[in-house]
């Protein structure tokens, strides 16, 4: 009986071996395909992270409006013309009295970039100026929502103060 225990292991074990590389042959297989598509994005050519689409590259000739003005004739600058002051001022009045209830600072911007004095102006920079107009103002209040509107009594928008020509020479 010993050699029919013998035989009888060494076949079991046979059977269990071959069932089991059965098994793994498809794992193997899965498992090759996936080593051999992770080696081929690995391998391909990596693109330029982070400065895509911005400046110009080597030895290219600049473009845009630097390279019209060193081939052609420069054309002078016309000066910026400024806003009389106490502009801004009365804006922020006549838009809180126009409304008739209180508005916050964004919607203050949106009304006075309304105006043809303002239009064409960077909105930041815009609110940034209004924010420290609205401080300065005395007649302007903030309620508890954080909007802002005039005091009672507040009147009228102040009218916009003209700069005085200076008398021509006689």
């Known amino acids: 009986m010993p050699d029919f225990a013998k035989s009888l292991i060494a076949d079991v074990t046979a059977k269990v071996k071959k069932q089991l590389l059965d ?13 051999s598509e992770l080696e081929a994005t690995l391998t391909k050519p990596a693109r ?16 845009g409006r630097r390279a019209v003005a060193r081939t052609g004739a420069a054309k002078p ?5 400024r806003n009389p002051r106490g502009t801004l001022q009365a804006g922020i009045r006549r838009v809180l009295h126009s409304e008739g209830g209180p508005l916050s600072l964004a919607g203050i911007r949106n009304e006075v970039m309304k ?3 303002f239009r064409g102006r960077n909105a930041k920079t815009l609110y940034t100026q209004i924010v420290q107009a609205v401080k300065k103002l005395a007649d302007i209040q903030k309620t ?3 909007l802002y509107a005039l005091k009672a009594g507040g009147g009228q928008a102040a009218p916009v103060r003209r700069p005085r020509k200076a008398a021509a020479a006689k």
């Open 115 to 117: 105006n043809a004095r």
């Open 48 to 63: 330029r992270a982070g400065r895509r689409g911005r400046g110009r590259r080597r030895g290219r000739a600049p473009k």
């Open 144 to 146: 508890s929502q954080g």
């Open 77 to 81: 600058k016309r000066a910026r013309t």
């Open 23 to 35: 098994s793994l042959i498809p794992i193997t297989r899965k498992i090759a395909e996936a080593a």
